[in-house]
């Protein structure tokens, strides 16, 4: 009989996939469009939904995107990766909060393309969207303001990865050679992407621009018209994509205890 905690483990591995096929087709949509799509992430649901069994594929994904925010909510609020309360803990909590927001809205998104509730052809600004509901809310600007400092923590968070290479910490050393170079490259680029997600969320809450909140398309797409930063952004979030597809199989994962969330590590 499989426990809570294998089940649990199997529900973030699936998040890990979903979230690689997500930056793959963002990447690659983006390099091969070069940069006149619209849409964003939009146009990664719709190309999945046009695919041979896309629709149960993007149930599955909206599955994984979940339990992904799940994992990031514990980690942030139960601290089952042994963050610690000390400053930096506090910091990469903050962090994991934020990557379960985002990964909340990407979850959401994906079920309403699996649903037929939408397609990338409404257009429209998914980010502002999102983040305009929230704001109509009383103290909307003060969570879509927090929120938005929590992207840019993560955003330097992603940065400081990917120079010290501290996330093969959890990584099981049975993963193929070459990992520790794709996952730099890939948190480099995605500490770029959060840090304009995070900006903008900061500046539509503080200073009343709520047209310039973006989503993960959107802040890949703000790059177009800055030439091989654009390219080199959209080629890294590629090597995310398949960096998250290695973490599928060897991310060593923490389990829920009998008593509820008490992680010891597995490889």
């Known amino acids: ?29 983006a ?9 964003g992430q939009s146009a990664v649901f719709d190309y999945i939904q046009e695919v041979p069994f896309g629709t149960p594929l993007l149930w599955i994904m909206a599955l994984g995107l979940l339990g992904y925010a799940a994992f990031k909510f514990l980690s942030a609020f139960a601290d089952i990766q042994h963050r610690g309360n000390d400053t930096m803990g506090a910091v990469k909590r903050i962090g ?11 979850a959401y ?9 939408q397609r990338s052809s409404d257009g429209g600004s998914s980010g502002e969207e999102m983040a305009g509901s929230v704001l109509s809310m009383e103290l909307g600007s003060v969570v879509i303001g927090a929120v938005g400092l929590g992207f840019l923590v993560t955003g330097v968070m992603q940065g400081k990865k990917a120079w010290t290479c501290e996330f093969m910490h959890r990584i099981s050393g049975r993963a193929p050679s070459g990992v520790r170079t794709i996952g730099r490259i890939g948190h480099a680029a995605r500490a770029i992407v959060f840090a304009i997600i995070g900006w903008s969320m900061v500046q539509g809450a503080w200073f009343a621009q ?3 909140i973006k989503g993960l398309g959107e802040a890949i ?3 177009r018209d800055m030439g091989a930063l654009y390219t080199l952004v959209a080629v890294g979030l590629m090597l995310f994509g398949a960096f998250s597809l290695v973490l599928a199989r060897y991310r060593i994962i923490p389990d829920l205890g009998p008593r509820g969330l008490r992680p010891s590590f597995r490889t």
């Open 1 to 29: 009989m499989v426990d809570k905690s294998e089940k649990f483990r199997w529900l973030v591995r699936l998040g890990f996939a979903a979230r690689g096929i997500v930056y793959l087709l963002l990447g690659y949509i």
């Open 210 to 212: 709520e047209s310039q």
């Open 109 to 117: 998104a994906c079920y309403q393309f699996a649903s037929g509730a």
């Open 221 to 223: 797409l703000s790059l």
């Open 31 to 39: 390099l091969g469009t070069a940069g006149e799509a619209q849409n």
């Open 96 to 106: 994991d909060a934020a990557s379960g927001v985002a990964h909340s809205f990407l």
